[in-house]
């Protein structure tokens, strides 16, 4: 079983949309989590931190749901310029390690 | 403050050949991941340095995978002889030797090989 899980999509949404993506990891003593968002042909880059309490940055929002071993992006009013790879990274308690999903493919379309 | 630089950004290859890849972490970064990431996948470690030690490699191919980082700052990986299915972007990231959400991971913008 892989560590993260992510739903590869596509997702093609309309500008202005609400957005979420979920991604599931499987090691229960994870403790950090992050999103990444790596454009076509480009690096992975952080896009933020997942904080057990959940955060929010601008449009964006990142919650954990540790019962149920998932996080969450959300995006609001998207923007063609969103249109990327969003990855979920896990890091668990034994070392420095960060395990990625797949990635989820957003395009935001006109 | 300079990011990951790694070098060549394309390397082209016939199969059978050898290729080398290079990477400067961020300064004061002391752990150093080079990962493989291949089309519609995340990219998935190869190995993990902290200083000079390799203390995760059970992901490199090293009957033909090769790296080092010799004074626990800049890093090589190898591969030799290169096969067809080699052919990915190679990823070079660092971070503080402590992780935690203010010492997340930074990638430099990757090697991408293609053998031929």
């Known amino acids: 079983r892989k560590e993260v899980e992510q739903d590869p999509g596509p997702f093609n949404v309309p500008e202005g949309a609400t957005v979420a993506f979920n991604c599931t990891y499987s090691n229960s003593a994870s403790q950090s989590f992050f999103w990444y968002r790596q454009d076509c042909r480009k690096e992975p880059k952080l896009l933020m931190s997942v904080y057990s309490s959940g955060n929010e940055d601008g449009r964006f929002t990142a919650q954990l749901n540790r019962a149920s071993q998932y996080i969450s992006l959300l995006i609001r009013d998207s923007k063609l310029s969103d249109s990327a790879t969003y990855l979920c990274v896990s890091n668990p308690d034994t070392g420095n390690q960060f395990y990625f999903g797949t990635g989820t493919s957003l395009t935001v379309i006109p | 403050e300079a990011g990951v630089v790694q070098s060549p950004r394309y390397k082209i290859i016939e199969k059978k050949q050898p290729v080398a890849f290079w990477c400067n972490p961020i300064?004061?970064?002391?752990?150093l991941y080079w990962y493989r990431q291949n089309l519609g996948q995340g990219p998935e470690l190869l190995i993990r340095?902290?200083?000079?030690?390799?203390?995760?490699d059970s992901q490199l191919p090293k009957d033909r995978f090769s790296a080092e980082r010799l004074k626990g700052v800049d890093s090589t990986l190898k591969i030799q002889p290169a096969e067809l299915g080699d052919s990915a972007v190679y990823l070079c990231?660092?971070?503080?030797?402590?992780?935690?959400?203010?010492?997340?991971?930074?990638f430099g913008n990757g090697t991408r090989l293609t053998v031929t």
């Open positions: 340095y902290e200083n000079e030690e390799a203390v995760d």
């Open positions: 300064s004061g970064h002391n752990t």
């Open positions: 990231a660092s971070s503080l030797a402590a992780v935690s959400y203010n010492s997340p991971l930074h």
